[in-house]
């Protein structure tokens, strides 16, 4: 009985999806269009032997039907594919249920791009429930870009800045010192409660440290409330059947904590990798080793930096062989993402692209997984390689994987 483990780049798109016009995303490509970013302003091409290897580029070439610079492209030794999602939305619970069995087929509620953007009722009723009077923001926000211009107005008054963006969020920045973060994280707590009649899908805490707009910086104290998927997901069917799950990240926040045996988080992709490298040397068979790379999103997606991007992705290739010497003869390592978050797009929201799906073990032989038409294979994959009942949505590619 073997263990798997998924990492998810979070953001790493690799070409609009099919209804990527119904987004307004055509033709965004996080992947293809950081590496030519990448090669125009530093000449140099974007090396990222370890992912290519796995199939990454190959993967993106056929999703994203666009040439890219990249050094030393060699064929992929991996099975490689690439999945269109069929949830609703282009945001990070959806992303992740949908690839854990369970896509978000309804329709979330969204705050109005409007200033003020949350209704009146709500903030009264906020207001009461907190008894702080007042929030700043109200309106759809980059979430640097928010506490570079409200921050100091919120040291001097201890009113929480408020915002939200093109995802179903009630995202909250506050000072992680002089507006305290149990305080903070209550006053999430106490936001959450009163969302339900707005079918919102998560409040963010957002806590940062700093003096002065120049230099207030987000701490990794970042924490998600999200709504319950909505129905069981391989997390949930994998530990009923005695399995164990690890979310290294903040993987347990996005399932709400459910199916989840046991948590670390860790702030940063090289904390991350470590995190999951040493579950790996312990956890027992039967194990999902669940871990999210938020950073690529947060750090460099929404930032619109797809310079620091690209360095991100490089930095995180080299890591790859201390993940595969850690896996175990019969370990299956699982690569994709939860959306996309081209860095050259307009705005600082995700774009609704094509994720990879890639397969790597010690012995995988190269094999094209093609088009999956939702992120569920995944799911349906995880589910078969641990002989769980079958999941209502998405196939199983686990026979199509071919070993030397
Ligand atoms: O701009 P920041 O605060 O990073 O927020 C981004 O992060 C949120 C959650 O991933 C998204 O909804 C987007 O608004
Ligand atoms: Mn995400
Ligand atoms: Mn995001």
Not at 51 to 66: W, Y
Not at 195 to 218: C, H, M, S, W
């Amino acid at each position: 009985m073997a263990r798997a483990i998924i990492l998810v780049m979070d953001s790493f798109g690799i070409g609009h999806a099919p209804d990527a016009d119904k987004f307004g995303d055509v033709p965004a490509n996080t992947f293809a269009h950081l590496a030519q970013y990448y090669y125009q302003e530093t000449k140099q091409q974007i090396a990222l032997p370890h992912l290519a290897s796995m199939g990454l580029v190959d993967a993106c070439l056929a999703a994203g039907k666009e040439q890219f610079p990249i050094a030393n492209y060699q064929l992929a030794k991996g099975a490689y594919g690439y999945a269109a999602e069929i949830s609703s939305g282009k945001d990070t619970p959806s992303g992740h249920w949908e690839m854990a069995g369970v896509p978000v087929l309804f329709d979330w509620g969204y705050f109005p791009t409007t200033t003020p953007c949350f209704p009146e009722k709500l903030l009264s009723e906020i207001y009461q429930a907190t008894g702080i009077n007042a929030v700043l923001g109200n309106c759809h926000a980059s979430g640097t870009e928010i506490i570079a211009r409200l921050g100091e107005e919120h040291v001097k008054t201890g009113i929480p800045i408020c915002y939200t963006s093109a995802d179903s969020v009630f995202q909250v920045a506050a000072h992680e010192e002089y507006f305290g973060l149990d305080k903070l994280y209550q006053y999430c707590e106490t936001v959450r409660s009163l969302l339900d009649d707005y079918n919102i899908g998560r409040v963010i805490a957002r806590p940062f440290v700093g003096e002065t707009k120049e230099d207030f910086v987000r701490t990794g104290n970042r924490r998600d409330y999200s709504v319950l998927p909505p129905s069981p997901t391989v997390l949930d069917k994998l530990t009923l059947a005695g399995g164990h799950v690890i979310s290294v990240g903040k993987i347990a926040d996005i399932f709400a904590h459910q199916g989840i045996s046991e948590k670390t988080k860790a702030t940063g992709i090289d904390a991350l990798v470590d995190a999951t490298i040493e579950h790996l040397k312990t956890a027992p068979e039967k194990s999902l080793i669940f871990t999210n790379l938020v950073n690529f999103d947060q750090d460099y997606g929404h930032r619109r930096d797809a310079i620091g991007y690209a360095e991100a992705l490089e930095a995180f290739d080299q890591r790859l062989p201390e993940i595969f010497a850690a896996m175990q003869d019969d370990d299956l390592l699982f690569l994709t993402a939860d959306h996309g978050c081209d860095p050259t797009w307009h705005g600082s929201d995700h774009t609704r692209e094509y994720v990879p799906m890639l397969a790597y073990h010690h012995n995988i032989a190269s094999v094209d997984l093609g088009e999956r038409s939702t992120f569920a294979d995944l799911g349906q994959t995880i589910a078969e390689m641990f002989d769980l009942h079958q999941l209502d949505y998405g196939s199983s590619f686990l026979q199509k994987l071919t070993f030397k």
